[in-house]
C-alpha cells in the first residue's frame, strides 16, 4: 500500500501530512516500547494501540472511511443515516470516503486524511498496527447490550456428496481475500488440526468477497466457501440465497464483527464526543434491517474482543 490515494478524496491538508510525518519520524527514534505497531508509532502504556499523536487535530470535517468488501453501493445506502446523525451530533461536516478497496482507506487513515474508518474482523489489526487506528465502536441488539459477533462457516451446496472436511481433499475451495479473518486467516490457523491444510489438502480460490464466494457454491463455481455468518444472514435476508441451498460442514466458536475505528491524532475531547454520539445514534429500522436486527453500536476493547484474532493472524 505505498500508492498515496490524495486524488481520491477532497483533500486540502497536504501540510499537515508531511508534519504528520516528520513527528512520526522522531517519535520512532524515541519509542521505547511498540510491540507490533509501525514503526512510526509507539505504545508506551502497552495497551496494543498507538498513543495519542504528539500533534492532535480538531478538524471541522469528519472524513469517514467505509470499507466493504461485499457491496459498496450497500455500504453507502445502509450507513446514509449514521453519517446524517453524526454530522448534527458533532456539528461538522461529514464526507465519505467512496466505499474502495480497504488499502486506500487503511492509507487514508495512516496519512490523517480519514478521521474514522470502518473495517472488517480481519482488517482491524492492519488499520491498528499499519494505520494507528483505535477500535471503539461495533454493532448490536439493544436487548442482548453488547456488540456482535459472528462465526466463520465452511459450507457446500445442500445437494454435495461431502459430509465431512476431509471430503473436501483435492477439491476447489473458495477463500474470500488476504486479510479476511473468517475468508482466509481463520481456515489457514483452524482447518490444519482438523485434517485438512489449505493450498496443501485442497485448491484456495480468491473470489474477493464473502457474497461471490457464496454465489460461486450456489452456482457450482467452488466445492466448497469458508464464509462470515453474519455476511449469509444478510444475504438471506435480502432474498438473495436460501438458507437451504447450503450445508455446513464446520462452524467455529464467535469473532467480533465488523467495527469502526477512529485517527489517533484526534483531540482527546473529539475522541470522547465521537463515541458518545455513536453510542447514542439508534438505527433506524431500514438500517437495522440491513445489519440483521442490530440497533446499537457498543464500545470495544481492542486487547480483549480481538483477542482470538491476533492469535489466528499470527500462526
Not at 118 to 146: C, D, R, W
Not at 175 to 204: M, Q
Request: charged content about 25%.
Amino acid at each position: 500500500m505505498k500508492k498515496l490515494i490524495a486524488n481520491s478524496a477532497k483533500i486540502s491538508h497536504y501540510s499537515w501530512v508531511a508534519l504528520f510525518f516528520i513527528l512520526s519520524n522522531a517519535q520512532a527514534q524515541s519509542c521505547i516500547h511498540r510491540g507490533e505497531l509501525d514503526e512510526i508509532y509507539c505504545d508506551v502504556n502497552q495497551d496494543l494501540l498507538a498513543d495519542k499523536a504528539k500533534l492532535t487535530v480538531n478538524p471541522e470535517k469528519i472524513v469517514i472511511g467505509i470499507t466493504s468488501i461485499e457491496d459498496a453501493e450497500t455500504a453507502k445506502r445502509t450507513y446514509a443515516p449514521l453519517l446524517g446523525y453524526l454530522g448534527s451530533c458533532l456539528k461538522k461536516e461529514i464526507e465519505l470516503f467512496p466505499p474502495v478497496r480497504e488499502g486506500a482507506v487503511l492509507e487514508g487513515q495512516r496519512n490523517g486524511v480519514i478521521q474514522i474508518a470502518h473495517y472488517a474482523t480481519g482488517s482491524m489489526l492492519y488499520a491498528v498496527n499499519f494505520a494507528g487506528a483505535i477500535p471503539f465502536a461495533g454493532k448490536g441488539q439493544e436487548k442482548i447490550g453488547f456488540a456482535d459477533t459472528y462465526t466463520l462457516k465452511l459450507l457446500v451446496r445442500a445437494g454435495s456428496p461431502a459430509k465431512q472436511l476431509i471430503d473436501l481433499k483435492g477439491k476447489k475451495v473458495a477463500h474470500t481475500t488476504l486479510t479476511s479473518n473468517s475468508g482466509n486467516l481463520a481456515p489457514r490457523a483452524l482447518f490444519p488440526e482438523l485434517g485438512l491444510k489449505p493450498d496443501v489438502d485442497y485448491k484456495v480460490e480468491y473470489s474477493g468477497s464473502h457474497d461471490r464466494s457464496l454465489m460461486g457454491v450456489k452456482l457450482g463455481l467452488y466445492d466448497a466457501a469458508v464464509i462470515a455468518s453474519d455476511v449469509m444472514d444478510r444475504m438471506v435476508a435480502k432474498g438473495e440465497i436460501k438458507a437451504n441451498e447450503f450445508r455446513i460442514l464446520y462452524e467455529s466458536e464467535n469473532f467480533p464483527t465488523d467495527a469502526f475505528a477512529m485517527a489517533n491524532n484526534l483531540e482527546p475531547a473529539l475522541q470522547e464526543k465521537i463515541k458518545k454520539c455513536f453510542t447514542e445514534f439508534k438505527f433506524p429500522e431500514s438500517m437495522s434491517r440491513v445489519l440483521e436486527g442490530n440497533n446499537r453500536f457498543f464500545p470495544l476493547d481492542y486487547r480483549k474482543d480481538w483477542g482470538v484474532v491476533r492469535l489466528i493472524a499470527r500462526s
